[in-house]
């Protein structure tokens, strides 16, 4: 029998979905504890509650009940309480975007999420790590990262990510460029970009291939600039990330694969990993390879 904590995020905890595939996956044998998280910091609680447990107590699978920033919280707590936990992760997406779910083809069909995380074999995957943030999706910075920071929750909720561009499209006279100076494995670049993707995961904003080529399990994490473009391509760099940005961005983009990264800007540079918000003006980044055991379907 399988013992499994699914952290679920109280938002969602409403759904009839969820509560039905709650029920269905019990009834199939398998023991499901169902912690709802209420505060802001209850995931965190919960993660370093379930792999500090004695040994034989932990549960076998922990499952982040909604968007990549309920993942982020509970990894990153629970690696923060115990690295070498023998718990696998897994996820029932449940956020606007699921852009880790995307990116990795998971389900989100609540019933088939909580299926896989149950019988699902995992698999150990990387995760990144900046100064001492971890994220296991994408990090992402420059201006645009704070105007998709501060989009209107609603309008998340109805439009999904497109959401990204109207807001972006409306307040294009703040996207102002930051600059910084970027150092990685046989990687140098320094000047103004409009945005920066770091990703272990392929896929953020809603969707968009930011870091396409991006493997969870090969080692590397990937980095994505976008330099500042010409006053009147701005818009037309918006349009483009949510189109195809794999066509329309080849020869703009700068893209380079990495195993560690500093960047340094004069000013604090604000990002969002998995959806947390953090700022600093120095950034060492690294990936740990395999640091989590990730029921992946794959």
Partial sequence: MHRMHLILNGKSSQREDVRAAVERVRGQG?????????????????????????????????????????????????????????????????????????????????????????????????????????????????????????????????????????????????????????SADGFNWEGQFLAMAIGNGRMAGGGVPLCAEAKVDDGRLDLTLFPQPEADDVLSLLSSLLREPDDNLQGYARRTTFTSLRVEAEEELSLNLDGEPMSASRLDVKVEPGALRFVTGA
């Avoid at 398998?30 to 993660?47: I, K, P």
């Fill in 30 to 182: 398998t023991e499901l504890e169902v912690r709802v998280t209420y505060d802001a910091g209850d995931a965190a609680l919960f993660a370093r509650d379930a792999v500090c447990r004695e040994t034989g107590e932990q549960p076998d699978v922990i499952v982040a009940g909604g968007g990549d920033g309920t993942l982020n919280q509970v990894v990153a707590a629970a690696l923060s309480a115990n690295a070498a936990t023998s718990c696998a992760f897994a996820l029932l997406p449940l956020g606007t975007a699921n852009d880790f779910a995307a990116g990795l083809d998971l389900p989100v069909d609540p019933y088939a999420a909580l299926a896989l995380a149950a019988s699902g074999t995992p698999r150990k995957i990387d995760v990144g790590r900046i100064n001492d943030r971890v994220f296991v999706n994408v990090a992402s910075g420059g201006t645009v990262t704070r105007i998709t920071r501060e989009t209107d929750p609603r309008a998340k909720r109805l439009l999904g990510g497109v959401a990204y561009l109207v807001a972006g499209a409306s307040r294009i006279g703040e996207l102002t460029p930051s600059r910084a100076s970027f």
